[in-house]
């Protein structure tokens, strides 16, 4: 199935050092959404993003929607230990009632105290 | 209370044994999802529903099937299990109205020996 490229794959980084993961697709998409995944638990939700160009943040994590419509970036600056986790992108293309997320494989975060 | 719940959260079976995992759900939230989580292959679709008498295929719904009892519940059934279908388990619900971000449950580590 269509799936999206995240990357990187992994980091593994400093504590106090700031993260950039991306995803990108050749597709447009009208949403993208943010999700991180503590080890053992459900992906929670950390940010949603609905407009081409949009930057939000939630604390120290920033997202933005590309201009494209097919990319979307997110940062986390001064990274702490329980930034540790895997952080999935997923995205939305309207279509309809009909429409379901495309997931990226997530990018695992590991931080070093 | 957690929003979305799953039982049971851990299980180990026997290959050929039917197994029932399930979903229940508060958001009040018309759609629900199952996913399967493999190390390094993301989240995999396997079944979703839009409403109570609609029921789709996901990317690998090949020996799972499911039932949405009722809007707040969707349970996911292997009916003779296999050591491959050893994963976690995700159910995830949405609303369209909301955006269809989803939302998910903890999880259920299925071990199939």
């Known amino acids: 199935g269509q799936q999206l490229n995240q990357n990187p794959q992994s980091m593994f980084i400093q504590e106090g050092e700031d993260v950039s993961m991306n995803c990108t697709s050749s597709s447009i998409f009208n949403t993208w959404l943010w999700y991180k995944q503590d080890p053992g638990e459900g992906p929670v939700l950390l940010i949603a993003l609905y407009k081409a160009g949009e930057l939000t943040s939630n604390g120290r994590l920033t997202a933005q929607f590309g201009i494209t419509r097919k990319d979307s970036f997110l940062n986390i600056s001064a990274s702490i230990p329980s930034d540790v986790g895997i952080y999935f992108c997923a995205g939305l293309a309207n279509a309809g009632n009909n429409r379901k997320l495309i997931w990226g494989l997530g990018t695992s975060l590991a931080v070093n105290p | 209370d957690a929003d979305v719940t799953q039982t049971p959260r851990n299980r180990i079976t026997k290959t050929g044994k039917r197994i029932m995992l399930e979903c229940s759900q508060t958001?009040?939230?018309?759609?629900m999802y199952w996913y399967r989580q493999d190390p390094g292959l993301g989240l995999r679709l396997i079944y979703y529903s839009f409403d109570v008498k609609d029921i789709n295929k996901g990317e690998i719904s090949d020996g799972y099937s499911v039932s949405r009892q009722a809007q707040a519940k969707f349970s996911l059934s292997l009916e003779s299990a296999i050591p491959n279908q050893t994963a976690l388990y995700f159910c995830?619900?949405?609303?369209?109205?909301?955006?269809?971000?989803?939302?998910f449950g903890p999880g259920t580590r299925l071990t199939v020996l």
């Open positions: 958001k009040g939230h018309d759609r």
């Open positions: 995830a619900t949405s609303d369209f109205t909301g955006g269809d971000t989803q939302y």
